[in-house]
């Protein structure tokens, strides 16, 4: 069985390519407040029919290889309750002494990473973003 390609013809999908087209195939966040990449990207298929389809599949150096769904990214995500600059100083600290990272999500609840998993930490002004870390 092969698999159809998203895009079969680059030519055509470029001439009849329209901005406006491209939004309304985005979601949008709930409660229409705007746009986010995370939510686009990972949220609205980890909470669809295509939750469990394998959304990225890690090959290590040694051939081993890790299938993480769309479901298993929503779960390495953190919404975060502190603010930026909290966030930050805890990432800052948990670095320098090379330890774990404390945070503490939306609903109250600590989360405690060692800091050698974390990947990245997206921070903004005003709104909460996820957190990524590896699982490795």
Not at 28 to 34: A, I, N, Q
Not at 39 to 48: I, M, P, Q, T
Not at 83 to 97: C, F, H, N, R
Request: proline share 4%; hydrophobic share 40%.
């Amino acid at each position: 069985m092969g698999l159809t390609p998203n895009l079969d013809d680059y030519d055509r999908v470029r001439a009849t390519f329209t901005w406006a087209a491209a939004r309304a195939e985005l979601e949008g966040l709930p409660d229409r407040r705007g746009l986010n990449i995370a939510h686009e990207a990972v949220d609205r298929h980890a909470a669809g029919p295509r939750g469990g389809h394998v959304a990225i599949r890690w090959l290590g150096k040694r051939g081993d290889v890790h299938d993480y769904t769309y479901r298993d990214l929503r779960e390495l995500t953190l919404e975060s309750a502190q603010s930026p600059a909290e966030v930050e100083q805890a990432v800052t600290e948990a670095m320098a002494k090379d330890s774990v990272l404390s945070l503490t999500d939306e609903k109250g609840r600590k989360v405690i990473i060692p800091i050698a998993k974390v990947a990245y930490v997206e921070i903004a002004e005003s709104t909460n973003r996820p957190f990524g870390f590896t699982t490795r």
